[in-house]
Nanobody, 112 residues
C-alpha cells in the first residue's frame, strides 16, 4: 500500500521556522513529481510548492522567498523548509505525489 507520511508540524511564533518532511513508500521514488499543499480552515486546498523529478521547484507567490522545497531520492523523502512564518501560513500541510496520492497532513500553527 502506497503511503505518504508527513511530520514536522507544530506551533511556532510569527517569524519562526519549521521544517516539514514527507517519507514516501513509492518506487522508484525518483520518477514522481512531488508537491506540498496546504489547507487553511474554511479555505480550499492550495498548491504551495512543486518539486520536479530532477529537483527543480516552483512556488506559490505567497511563499516565494520564505519556503524552500527539496527532495532526497535516496531517502524517498521530500522537505519543506519554512522560514519567516506568518499567521496566514497556518494550515494543514499535505504531501502529494503526482497529483493523486495524498498524505494525512500535518498541522502548522503560527501564533504568538
Amino acid at each position: 500500500q502506497v503511503q505518504l507520511v508527513e511530520s514536522g508540524g507544530g506551533l511556532v511564533q510569527p517569524g519562526g521556522s519549521l521544517r516539514l518532511s514527507c517519507v514516501a513508500s513509492l518506487s522508484p521514488f525518483s520518477i514522481y513529481v512531488m508537491n506540498w499543499y496546504r489547507q487553511a480552515p474554511g479555505k480550499q486546498r492550495e498548491l504551495v510548492a512543486q518539486i520536479a523529478r530532477g529537483g527543480s521547484t516552483n512556488y506559490a507567490d505567497s511563499v516565494k522567498g520564505r519556503f524552500t522545497a527539496s527532495r532526497d531520492n535516496a531517502k524517498n523523502t521530500i522537505y519543506l523548509q519554512m522560514n519567516n512564518l506568518q499567521p496566514e501560513d497556518t494550515a494543514v500541510y499535505f504531501c502529494n505525489a503526482q497529483g493523486t496520492i495524498w498524505g494525512q497532513g500535518t498541522q502548522v500553527t503560527v501564533s504568538s
